[in-house]
T-cell receptor
């Protein structure tokens, strides 16, 4: 039973290029979260998605960043025209569907480390 | 923002000692969770405490929650070198979703 799979683990891009980070949630999980972490800092919430639906994108920068979780396939975090400040570790987490007032636990992937030259 | 805020930012102790980390948050919550992150890795869930609970134990971990003070503490007893990691608290909103993490406490356990 594979956990949350993220790829690539490491990605190097030059300024102005596009970065695509993929996340396959744990089997049976229908919710995906994306977080960004700078070195020696905590996780900053970016976006929360269900299949084919963005539930909360309040942490996403207004420009250049987008996320999707299609009916089939992994969730994708896309960063267009990357800048040096986008260099960070991007973590994906998944959780099962919440029914009523539940208490979910997040299962994290190992992260994708983006370096912008 | 309901962001949790851990303190201390960094903690260094000797093996065998107890380690206590604190977390404060701002808004009402459904539950509060603690996670651990080893260097360069993803986070691993440690323990969850619901808003109607005051204390919870799991092995060498003890978590308390004081909703009147909007604070929680994580106690690791009889620490080991392998406990060296960053520890984060995360709060979930009233629907148990939308987790917000604090900046973390970096714990170093010296052999």
């Amino acid at each position: 039973n594979a956990g949350v799979m993220q790829n690539p683990r490491h990605l190097v891009r030059r300024r102005g290029q596009e970065a695509r980070l993929r996340c396959s949630p744990m089997k049976g999980h229908s919710h995906v979260y994306w977080y960004r972490q700078l070195p020696e800092e905590g996780l900053k919430f970016m976006v929360y998605l269900q299949k084919e639906n963005i539930i909360d994108e309040s942490g996403m920068p207004k420009e250049r960043f987008s996320a999707e979780f299609p009916k089939e396939g992994p969730s994708i975090l896309r960063i267009q025209q990357v800048v040096r400040g986008d260099s960070a570790a991007y973590f994906c987490a998944s959780s099962p569907q919440v029914t009523g007032v539940g208490a979910n636990v997040l299962t994290f992937g190992a992260g994708s480390r983006l370096t912008v030259l | 923002s309901q962001q949790g805020e851990e303190d201390p930012q960094a903690l260094s102790i000797q093996e065998g000692e107890n380690a206590t980390m604190n977390c404060s948050y701002k808004t009402s919550i459904n539950n509060l969770q603690w996670y651990r992150q080893n260097s360069g890795r993803g986070l691993v869930h440690l323990i969850l405490i619901r808003s109607n609970e005051r204390e919870k134990h799991s092995g060498r971990l003890r978590v308390t929650l004081d909703t009147s003070k909007k604070s929680s503490s994580l106690l690791i007893t009889a620490s080991r070198a392998a406990d060296t990691a960053s520890y984060f608290c995360a709060t979930a909103n009233n629907y148990g979703q939308n987790f917000v993490f604090g900046p973390g406490t970096r714990l170093s356990v010296l052999p």
